[in-house]
T-cell receptor, first 114, second 112 residues
Framework: DVKVTQSSRYLVKRTGEKVFLECVQD?????MFWYRQDPGLGLRLIYF???????EKGDIPEGYSVSREKKERFSLILESASTNQTSMYLC?????????????FGPGTRLTVL | GQNIDQPTEMTATEGAIVQINCTYQ??????LFWYQQHAGEAPTFLSY????GLEEKGRFSSFLSRSKGYSYLLLKELQMKDSASYLC?????????????FGTGTLLAVQP
């Protein structure tokens, strides 16, 4: 059974803290993605990676960085958390470059920054 | 630029049929996905269309017209468990091949 897992379902952090969100997939997928989801704004792409150590900015990369040291793991880092980064964070993975490949999502991490 | 539009909310009655529309304007087009997302859960794949026409999958069907930049998701014999958000997403060409651009989603409420 295909699986994308995220390290936490709920996380509460303070302004200025460094925050790590971890994502692991067991499908040997080349592509991994980090989105945030906010009411009325839908899913917005933060960063994605198409190979180990490769990364590309999505639509809203400001305030975030990522790391992909191993194929199965993609980490999202908030260098200095701010209240406007309170959101639901979704990780996803997808195989290869074929357009019709399904994208699989993790269960999400609801991050609250106080 | 990229723009994907869906209605924000819809309401329908159990047993009925509902059509959720999606219009898109993107710099490249290599297919359109529909995902279902129940509250507090991850989105799950429903369908992929790249050619014009209707694709049927049980109670769910998805239609695409590339010339009009238009798709719809048709849900028949609605059940209470179909209450969820429905997300339309477009995938592009070349450097954009690997990433989906999502609309804001349509929240469907199915009433008894």
């Amino acid at each position: 059974d295909v699986k994308v897992t995220q390290s936490s379902r709920y996380l509460v952090k303070r302004t200025g803290e460094k925050v790590f969100l971890e994502c692991v997939q067991d499908m040997d997928h080349e592509n991994m993605f980090w989105y945030r989801q906010d009411p009325g704004l839908g899913l917005r792409l933060i960063y994605f990676s198409y190979d180990v150590k490769m990364k590309e900015k999505g639509d809203i990369p400001e305030g975030y960085s990522v790391s992909r040291e191993k194929k199965e793991r993609f980490s999202l880092i908030l260098e200095s958390a701010s209240t406007n980064q309170t959101s639901m964070y979704l990780c996803a993975s997808r195989a290869g470059t074929s357009a019709d490949n399904e994208q699989f999502f993790g269960p999400g991490t609801r991050l609250t920054v106080l | 630029g990229q723009n994907i539009d869906q209605p924000t909310e819809m309401t329908a009655t159990e047993g009925a049929i509902v059509q959720i529309n999606c219009t898109y304007q993107t710099s490249g087009f290599n297919g359109l996905f529909w995902y279902q997302q129940h509250a507090g859960e991850a989105p799950t794949f429903l369908s992929y269309n790249v050619l014009d026409g209707l694709e049927e999958k049980g109670r769910f069907s998805s239609f695409l017209s590339r010339s009009k930049g238009y798709s719809y998701l048709l849900l028949k014999e609605l059940q209470m468990k179909d209450s969820a958000s429905y997300l339309c997403a477009v995938i592009g060409y070349g450097g954009a091949t690997n990433k989906l651009i999502f609309g804001t989603g349509t929240l469907l409420a199915v009433q008894p």
